[in-house]
C-alpha cells in the first residue's frame, strides 16, 4: 500500500511539473512576442527619407530636384530649399521702455541649390556679424509683438541679401527664419 502511494504521489507531481513548463514556456513565448512588437513599435522612426521629402517636394512628378517657375517673360529655374542652420543661437540685450531684455535667438537661412548652400556656408561669419548689427538696433517693445518680429526678420533677410549680393553678385540667402525666439 504504501508503494501505492508513493507511486501515485510521483504521478501527480510528474503531471503537475508538466502544466507549470507548459505554462512557464507559453509566459516566456507571450513575454517575448510582447517585447518584439513592443521594439517594433518603438524603434520605427516617424521621420521622413530623403527620399520621401523629395519626392513630397516634387509632387511625384519624377526624380527632378528642380522647380520651375513661370513668369510674365520666361522661366527661371529655382533649385530645392535647403535650410543652413546657423552655427549658435544670437543672444543679446535689448533696451525696452521698463527694463532691458534678454533675447536669443535661433536662426536658419532658406537657400535654393547645393551651390547657394555651400556659399552661405562659407559667409557664416559674415552673416553672423550682419545679423548682430541687425539684432542690436531693435527694441523690446518691438519684439514683444509678432508684428516687431516679423519686421525684425524681414529686416535682417534685407540685410544679408544687400550684403552677399555685393560679394557674390547674386542673390544667395532667400529668406531667414527664426527657429527659435526667446525674450526675458
Known amino acids: 500500500m504504501a508503494d501505492d502511494k508513493e507511486e501515485e504521489l510521483e504521478l501527480d507531481n510528474a503531471g503537475g511539473g508538466k502544466k507549470k513548463l507548459i505554462i512557464i514556456i507559453a509566459a516566456v513565448v507571450l513575454l517575448a512576442a510582447a517585447g518584439a512588437g513592443a521594439f517594433l513599435f518603438m524603434g520605427g522612426s516617424d521621420e521622413p527619407t530623403p ?15 528642380e522647380a520651375t517657375v513661370s513668369s510674365g517673360s520666361g522661366s527661371a529655374e529655382i533649385g530645392t530649399a ?23 535667438i535661433r536662426v536658419q537661412l532658406l ?10 556656408k562659407i ?42 549680393m555685393d560679394i557674390e553678385d547674386k542673390k544667395i540667402v532667400e529668406e531667414v527664419l527664426f527657429t527659435g525666439f526667446v525674450m526675458q
Open 51 to 65: 527620399e520621401q521629402i523629395e519626392a513630397a517636394l516634387n509632387g511625384g512628378e519624377g526624380d527632378s530636384a
Open 123 to 164: 559667409h557664416i561669419p559674415l552673416i553672423e556679424s550682419t545679423l548682430l548689427g541687425v539684432f542690436s538696433q531693435a527694441n523690446a517693445d518691438d519684439l514683444a509683438t509678432s508684428a516687431g518680429k516679423v519686421s525684425l526678420k524681414q529686416k535682417a533677410s534685407t540685410e544679408i541679401q544687400t550684403v552677399l
Open 82 to 104: 535647403i535650410y543652413v542652420p546657423m552655427p549658435r543661437p544670437f543672444r543679446f540685450n535689448v533696451p525696452g521702455a521698463a527694463r532691458d531684455r534678454f533675447v536669443e
Open 111 to 120: 537657400v535654393r541649390g547645393g551651390d547657394d548652400e555651400e556659399t552661405a
